[in-house]
C-alpha cells in the first residue's frame, strides 16, 4: 500500500517537473525577424529619430527593457480600446514583437543607427 502510494507521488513530482521545465522557457533570442516586423521597427525607428527623441527613447527603453513582456500583455489586455485610435494588427503586432527578449535591443540598435551622424563611424 505504502510503496502504491510513493509511485503516485513521484507520478506526480514528475509531472509537475516536467510541467515547470517548460513554463519558464523563452524563445532563443538569434531567430530572424519576419520581413513585416522589421518594416514595422523601422517605421518606429523613423518617427523616433524624425521628431528628434532618439536619446529620451534610448534610454527609455533600455531602462524599461526587462519588463518588455509585462508590456506586451498590457497591450495585448488594451488592444480593444487601442483599436479607437489605432491599426489593431499593428497592436498585435508590437504585443507579439514586445514578447521577443531581444526586440527591445534591435530597436535600440536601429534607432541609434538612424540618428548616427552621416560619415561617422561606430565604435
Same mark, same amino acid.
Given at each position: 500500500?505504502?510503496?502504491?502510494?510513493?509511485?503516485?507521488?513521484?507520478?506526480?513530482?514528475?509531472?509537475?517537473?516536467?510541467?515547470?521545465?517548460?513554463?519558464?522557457?523563452?524563445?532563443?533570442? +538569434?531567430?530572424?525577424?519576419?520581413?513585416?516586423?522589421?518594416? @514595422? $521597427? =523601422? !517605421?518606429?525607428?523613423? /518617427?523616433?529619430?524624425?521628431?528628434?527623441?532618439?536619446?529620451?527613447?534610448?534610454?527609455?527603453?533600455?531602462?524599461?527593457?526587462?519588463?518588455?513582456?509585462?508590456?506586451?500583455?498590457?497591450?495585448?489586455?488594451?488592444?480593444?480600446?487601442?483599436?479607437?485610435?489605432? +491599426?489593431?494588427?499593428?497592436?498585435?503586432?508590437?504585443?507579439? @514583437? $514586445? =514578447? !521577443?527578449?531581444?526586440? /527591445?535591443?534591435?530597436?535600440?540598435?536601429?534607432?541609434?543607427?538612424?540618428?548616427?551622424?552621416?560619415?561617422?563611424?561606430?565604435?
Amino acid at each position: 500500500m505504502q510503496s502504491l502510494f510513493r509511485d503516485t507521488v513521484a507520478e506526480k513530482l514528475a509531472k509537475v517537473r516536467a510541467g515547470l521545465r517548460h513554463a519558464f522557457a523563452v524563445q532563443p533570442e +538569434n531567430q530572424p525577424l519576419a520581413v513585416e516586423d522589421v518594416q @514595422l $521597427l =523601422e !517605421r518606429i525607428a523613423d /518617427v523616433i529619430v524624425n521628431r528628434r527623441m532618439a536619446a529620451p527613447a534610448t534610454m527609455f527603453l533600455e531602462s524599461m527593457g526587462p519588463m518588455n513582456f509585462l508590456g506586451s500583455q498590457a497591450l495585448h489586455f488594451l488592444t480593444p480600446i487601442l483599436d479607437c485610435a489605432f +491599426n489593431t494588427k499593428e497592436v498585435e503586432q508590437v504585443a507579439r @514583437l $514586445l =514578447e !521577443r527578449r531581444d526586440t /527591445v535591443t534591435r530597436l535600440i540598435a536601429i534607432i541609434e543607427a538612424k540618428s548616427a551622424p552621416q560619415g561617422a563611424v561606430a565604435q
